[in-house]
């Protein structure tokens, strides 16, 4: 199992999070991003730099996962395509997208983005606060003692 994280928008503190847990988990995790992201000195943690590009990072996600794999991403279409694969994916919220609740999603996205292309001002999401932070560390460690053998 490896974990593999959408890098360019995912928060710091929940790459923070990611980092203790590939150490204390002897756990591959791999950051992808179009840009060059420092990550600390761990024999468990990879940094890949793809070219920019419309969906290149995620493209990168989709072909290297496998089954077995979480992806960390806020990108609800790449959330699907890796559900698709029968890989596992969690937002930086600690909210996991599953093969019921990723059509939903992808429908109110698909409507949010009319309604902004035709001038309605929908906001963004709230800033990640304490409580995201902590349901998404919760969740993760929920994952990890279900899924890893050790």
């Known amino acids: ?24 988990k002897s756990l591959q995790v791999t950051l992808v991003a179009n840009q060059f992201l420092q990550t600390p000195n761990s024999a468990f943690i990879d940094m ?25 991403t806020a990108d609800i279409p790449l959330a699907s395509e890796v559900i698709e694969k029968g890989a596992h994916a969690l937002n930086p919220r600690g909210e996991f997208y599953t093969p019921e609740n ?30 995201d932070r902590q349901q998404f560390a919760n969740q993760l460690d929920r994952f990890l003692a279900k899924n890893l053998s050790n």
């Open 102 to 131: 990723i059509r939903q999603r992808l429908n109110m996205r698909d409507f949010m983005d009319q309604l902004r292309s035709s001038g309605i001002d929908t906001g963004g999401p709230p800033k990640l606060g304490q409580q």
């Open 48 to 72: 890949v730099q793809v070219p920019a590009g419309f969906d290149v990072a995620d493209n990168y996600i989709v072909q290297k996962c496998s089954a077995a794999d979480l992806v960390i």
């Open 1 to 24: 199992m490896q974990i593999w994280v959408d890098a360019d928008a995912c928060p710091n503190v929940i790459k923070e999070i990611l980092f203790r847990a590939a150490d204390r």
